[in-house]
């Protein structure tokens, strides 16, 4: 199986980093939190009481996490809410958005 291509660069979604570089180009280099390996989730940005926060999706992580990591599910979704998600590292910490 082939994998996804990022549009502006053709390189591997799971190694582009034109995700990354718009959030930074948009902020004009106010300090984001961005979570390593997982820059294909990047959905945006948020502006949350004035500081700009990245989103990520939810569901794109943990099926990286599955796919690309081998974990099954359940570790997956165990792993994401504890180390990612639970991490809290800093006031600018990441937004994970899980669609309904």
Known sequence: MDKEKCG????????CACKRQ???EITEGEPLVFVEGHDDAILGLAEVEGE???VYDR???????IF????????????FEYNIEGSKLSP????FL???
């Not at 502006?8 to 190694?15: F, K, M, Q």
């Not at 690309?68 to 792993?79: N, T």
Request: one cysteine or more; glycine letters at 10%; hydrophobic letters at 40%.
């Open 8 to 15: 502006p660069c053709g390189e591997a979604l799971e190694s």
């Open 52 to 54: 700009a926060r990245v």
């Open 92 to 95: 600018l910490s990441p937004i």
């Open 22 to 24: 718009a959030c930074l």
């Open 59 to 65: 569901s794109a992580i943990i099926r990286g996490l």
């Open 68 to 79: 690309r990591d081998g974990m099954d599910e359940e570790g997956a979704v165990e792993f």
């Open 98 to 100: 899980r669609a309904c």
